[in-house]
């Protein structure tokens, strides 16, 4: 679902996302579903089809990294590791007892995984109930990789993350807000050949121009007083 959003999925506010995962997303297994999806920057069926083995050790514990494999990615360019934050890890530990055996999220009746499909429907059904409208499961990707840009992250470390196969694609991901438009605009006031203050006395000096012509004599303080012509 994609609202006047020129065909791309909408950035989530850290408000929309708490309203998600407190009061849309009813059940542990879709809070991690999308919590992977938001975590790690990946792709709906990469989250999808994760393998339980890639995100547990054999003992049940979270691994300190998921494990993206190559086959299940867009391109099937690379498998790519992400580190697990703390608040995903917390997410996992829950939904732990509920895994399947092989297929960390298990479609209907315990077959394969989940599909996309049912994803993008949980998804719809949480957005429609907290009131968020313009958003898909693609939001949680364009979110996380925005933010990591927004705090500074150079593009090639947030594109190892992304999976993407060059800088461009990357960059059609990150959503540019018209505040830091303003803002690059801004920083060119540096760039000035004068300086403010210089600027400033500038134009003052042209608010009050010397109209006095080439030669003109200025007056004298004290002012000359001709005598009245004597009667003959």
Not at 89 to 114: D, M, N, Q, T, W
Not at 128 to 142: C, L, M, N, P
């Amino acid at each position: 679902m994609k609202v006047n959003r020129h065909g791309r999925a909408k950035i989530l506010t850290i408000e929309e996302i708490q309203l998600l995962f407190r009061v849309g997303l009813t059940n542990i297994r879709d809070r991690a579903l999308f919590g992977v999806m938001l975590f790690s920057a990946c792709r709906v069926r990469e989250a999808c089809t994760l393998f339980t083995a890639d995100v547990y050790e054999p003992s049940g514990q979270v691994r300190t990294e998921l494990i993206f494999r190559k086959g299940n990615t867009k391109g099937k360019l690379a498998t790519r590791t992400i580190p697990v934050l703390e608040d995903l890890r917390g997410l996992l530990v829950s939904y732990y007892p509920e895994a399947g055996e092989k297929c960390l999220f298990p479609g209907r009746f315990g077959s394969g995984h989940i599909h996309v499909d049912s994803a993008a429907r949980i998804l719809r059904k949480a957005c429609k109930k907290v009131g968020i409208f313009g958003a898909s499961t693609h939001s949680f990707r364009r979110t996380a990789l925005t933010t990591m840009s927004d705090t500074g992250i150079p593009l090639r470390i947030i594109q190892e993350v992304s999976g993407h196969r060059n800088l461009s694609q990357l960059q059609k991901y990150l959503e540019v807000k018209p505040e830091q438009v303003k803002g690059a605009i801004a920083s060119l006031s540096m760039l000035s050949p004068v300086g403010a203050e210089a600027v400033i006395g500038l134009f003052s000096d042209l608010d009050s121009p010397d109209l006095s012509f080439p030669g003109e004599g200025k007056c004298h303080d004290q002012p000359t007083h001709l005598s009245p012509p004597r009667e003959s």
